[in-house]
């Protein structure tokens, strides 16, 4: 108790307050020694204020703690009111603000205070208790239309456009709050006269709100998409006014920060930047109004438009929540220019670190701009096009890979693994990615891999090398997704390098040793995606890829040794013996071939003690997709799943959770697959010959033995003929080589789109809530609270 006396040395005993005698709501000179007069910052209130405390008010005198709750959203309201105009009233806002920052995750943590905020106050400030109380609102409607007022409060968190004195200061209400829209960019072309104090004051404000939103970390992971969140959900409505200003304003925010600002190295350890932690602040607030679930919902079409109007008579499915709404409707080129400008050159901002090492402010918040970037392609279809429309989309492309690459080895980094690969999923599902992957890769960023020379496909194929071959155990149920994006723009690449094509063919050395194949119930599917790729390239792009025929060539034993895969158990026993001997899922031999890019530093595992949040399991690669037909004029037509039969190879079981090892139990197989594989006593899966006879005689081969059966008479004759031993002259004869009408008819493409579906919303839920967590250090605004949504381990 003297903690809270300490708070301010007043006259008033502040010992009362945790006793369990209420204090009286009218008795103002003991609640204002809360926020009056001190000028104390955030982190003072949370050293202040120390958890056993919050807890002990809420236990012992309840009452208080409420009444507390309810002044301070109270002082909010009238500063909103009033428009802060002397600095007084705003030091009042302020401390009011920490203070409910502090608070509010007690009160979440607790099922049952979380829905005090939604009840109403009897005459709950409006002006005396005797009116009607039909129209008194609940306190988390008031504090949030409070908040949003206080957003665009001129001379507090805005520009005032008017030279005033207090008499004729500008009014709260008459104002129109588009004209107050914090950053050029969007909609608004008039970039205002930078103020810090503004920018610290939206920080704060920002802050509270993203606390009011968290009561989502306080419930469990649930599929219900009905589970909304209530606070998003009244902010993001037609009852906030400020709503379209406020979400122009954290977009332009973001889109337009730029780190470096003038360019003069080293200028951020002069000065400080304080728009930083407004950039960051308003990118989290940014994600978190737009977490809602696309897949059950009146989502946005392609065109833009919503399939649901609000006019509607029906409820529509989803909520109507106008940010996802605004979001869906941007459409002008030079504002998705505007947007992608930014976000590109945000994610570029560390790799322009590894130059010059501390030259430029290095950013921090990449987790939420990718997650930014996945909302925005995922409403705005529009948006989606625009980005593949020019190689501007190597822009997000190279950072991807960059953090996919150098997150590999870090088991507290596997949530941003997984984002890095769910935007490239999407992405890959449009023509236009595989084909801008063609351009040349000159911009060397310091990457641990071997030099090559060649286009950024085979950046994209080395890098997948990388994270499959030495990555964190955890990231094999993303084996499936890597290959998909592979087999995805595969029909596209006109000339891999010799370099790339190597890796895809250590990769199916790998992953078709026998004892890998019987081990897990759906490791076979690896096989047939890369068998997929190969057939796409051989069939839509044979004439420029004489280095993977070559590569082919060279490693045919792999091929024929497929094919002639032993089925009986005696041979199955066998291979899975081989497995205790080898605890490498891939051997790491010939992985490291080639020096690595200068400047480059190898993946370093998470260091003792990071603190890192659980995921919920991602849906398996046939959730995550559904399949579509290139036809001949390049337009896609949707497959219908076939119910009826047996899953398409291809299609994987639901992947694992994300701490679970990759191995046949921890999976579920259908039904199909558990009839031709016998479960033992212990009940755990072994492979049975019926069960590889049933994926063998699927395996695509026609194509490479045909391929073989051609060419690799011929190469031996050159060789023995000229006495070759050189690769050269042997690429020269396959690159003016042809198969034209020796090969069986080109198969379809097929292409696997990503589809919303609820269990990647979850998804997304935990994760993000997961990052915003563990980036709020300063101060620790939900550390040691009870939080459901995920667990926080340590490494």
């Given at each position: ?418 984002i890095g690969v769910f935007i490239l ?150 291979g899975l013996q081989r497995k205790k ?195 709020n250090v300063d101060p620790p605004i ?14």
């Open positions: 108790t003297d903690v809270w006396t300490s708070w301010n040395d007043s006259s008033v005993s502040v010992t009362t307050f945790v006793s369990s005698q209420p204090v009286e709501a009218t008795d103002d000179a003991f609640w204002d020694q809360f926020w009056a007069d001190t000028a104390t910052s955030v982190q003072d209130v949370f050293a202040l204020v120390p958890a056993a405390e919050i807890r002990a008010v809420r236990e012992e005198s309840p009452s208080n703690l409420a009444t507390l709750c309810y002044k301070a959203v109270e002082k909010l309201v009238q500063g909103a009111e009033s428009g802060c105009h002397t600095e007084k009233e705003r030091q009042i806002v302020l401390n009011c603000c920490r203070l409910l920052t502090r608070i509010l995750p007690y009160i979440f943590e607790d099922p049952d205070w979380r829905g005090f905020f939604w009840s109403t106050v009897p005459g709950a400030g409006r002006g005396g208790g005797d009116e009607d109380d039909e129209n008194a609102r609940p306190l988390a409607e008031s504090l949030l239309l409070a908040v949003a007022d206080l957003l665009f409060c001129p001379d507090f968190t805005v520009q005032s456009h008017r030279r005033s004195t207090v008499d004729t200061a500008e009014d709260i209400h008459s104002i129109d709050s588009c004209e107050y829209i914090w950053e050029a960019g969007v909609g608004f072309a008039h970039s205002p006269q930078p103020n810090y104090i503004h920018d610290l004051n939206r920080t704060e404000l920002l802050k509270l709100l993203l606390t009011c939103f968290s009561e989502a970390m306080y419930l469990p992971p649930s599929s219900d998409s009905s589970n909304t969140n209530p606070w998003v959900q009244f902010f993001c409505s037609t009852e906030n006014r400020h709503a379209l200003p406020l979400f122009t304003s954290l977009l332009n925010v973001v889109c337009a920060y730029d780190p470096v600002g003038y360019g003069i190295p080293y200028n951020h350890l002069l000065f400080s930047d304080y728009r930083e932690p407004l950039v960051e602040e308003a990118a989290q607030v940014l994600i978190v109004t737009l977490d809602y679930d696309s897949s059950t919902s009146s989502s946005p079409t392609v065109d833009g438009t919503t399939t649901g109007t609000a006019m509607d008579d029906v409820d529509p499915p989803g909520p109507d929540n106008l940010f996802v709404n605004y979001l869906s409707r941007i459409h002008r080129e030079e504002d998705f220019q505007f947007i992608l400008k930014g976000v590109a050159r945000l994610l570029s901002n560390p790799l322009v670190q590894t130059y010059l090492p501390n030259s430029a402010k290095k950013i921090q918040f990449h987790q939420e701009l990718l997650v930014l970037f996945w909302k925005l392609c995922d409403f705005n279809k529009k948006f989606l096009f625009f980005v593949l429309k020019s190689s501007d989309v190597l822009d997000i492309l190279v950072p991807i890979l960059y953090f996919l690459n150098d997150a590999r080895a870090d088991q507290s980094r596997v949530g941003l693994m997984h999923l999407l992405l890959s599902g449009e023509r236009n990615f595989g084909v801008r992957l063609n351009k040349p890769y000159s911009v060397r960023v310091p990457m641990d891999i071997p030099v090559f020379t060649g286009t950024h496909a085979d950046l994209l194929i080395i890098v997948f090398h990388k994270i499959i071959t030495s990555g964190h155990q955890r990231l094999q149920p993303l084996f499936d997704c890597l290959l998909t994006i592979v087999v995805n723009v595969s029909p596209y690449l006109k000339s891999l390098s010799m370099v790339a094509a190597n890796k895809l063919l250590h990769l199916l050395e790998a992953f078709s040793t026998t004892w890998f194949l019987f081990s897990a119930v759906q490791n076979h599917h690896l096989v047939f995606f890369l068998l997929e790729v190969f057939n796409n390239i051989i069939q839509y792009q044979f004439d420029g890829n004489s280095n993977l025929v070559y590569a082919v060539i060279r490693k045919r034993n792999v091929f024929h040794q497929l094919a002639n895969l032993p089925t009986d158990s005696q041979s199955i026993q066998k001997k080898t605890p490498e899922p891939i051997s790491r031999t010939n992985s490291q071939d080639g020096v690595s890019m200068e400047g480059s530093r190898p993946a370093a595992p998470a260091e003792p003690g990071t603190l890192k949040t659980s995921l919920v399991a991602t849906p398996g690669i046939d959730k995550l997709t559904e399949k579509s037909q290139v036809s001949e004029d390049g337009t896609m037509r949707s497959l219908e799943p076939e119910s009826s039969q047996p899953p398409p190879e291809g299609n994987l079981p639901s992947a694992v959770s994300d701490g679970e090892p990759w191995s046949g139990e921890a999976s579920h197989p259908r039904r199909d697959r558990r009839r031709l594989s016998s479960a033992s006593s212990s009940g755990q899966w072994t492979p049975t010959p019926d069960w590889v006879m049933s994926w063998k005689s699927k395996l695509p081969l026609q194509t490479i033995m045909r391929l073989l059966q051609v060419l690799v008479p011929q190469v031996e004759k050159i060789c023995i003929d000229k006495g070759l031993t050189d690769e050269s002259e042997i690429l020269k004869f396959l690159q003016h080589g042809t198969l034209v009408g020796l090969l069986p008819v080109p198969h379809p493409i097929l292409i696997r789109k990503y589809q919303a579906n609820s269990g990647t919303a979850m998804w997304f839920r935990t994760y993000m809530w997961g990052v915003i967590y563990l980036r939900w550390y040691d609270t009870d939080v459901k949504l995920f667990e926080i381990q340590r490494v």
